[in-house]
């Protein structure tokens, strides 16, 4: 798994693949609405050259209705039992990385807590009621990804399973028939 200098990962082991980022998240304030309740997404995952290390929340833009804010030092883990996901996210029309935040979606300040590629185990953070915004996934991240999986993961077919006939093995079944 070689990439160019700044955004290759780091083979932790045979089964962990760590791919260091930055995240932009968004803060929009809809202005004409009662409340001015703020609304955050992702806007952006930055590999390569541009990568900030550290994990402060830098501002880097700021409109007066969007603001949006760059954390560094994140990492995205990619471990073999998580292929399944990785790879059914790899077949969607587009891929996503998955920002799991602390925070709500309606307050001034979230933070991003981690980021993944398995669609699995995002959708089971946003089944907990945590924030979890997605960004598309930039083409180098999907190349190691595609990488990670061709050699670590073979989908299995999946299988019909055969019913049983529940009648014939219930013991009240077979009391009522006599």
Known sequence: MSEGPDTAPFQISNREVVIPVSVVLERSI?????????QWKGFAVVTGEQLQHNQQKVLIHDDGTNCRYLWGGLVVHLYKDGNEGYWYNLLSEKPYLFIVCEGEQNEMDVEPAFITANQDEATGYMESDRLVLSVPMPAEICTILEKYVISHYLPQEKKKRKRREWLSDSEYAKKTQH
């Open 30 to 38: 809809d202005l004409d609405k009662k409340w001015n309740l703020p």
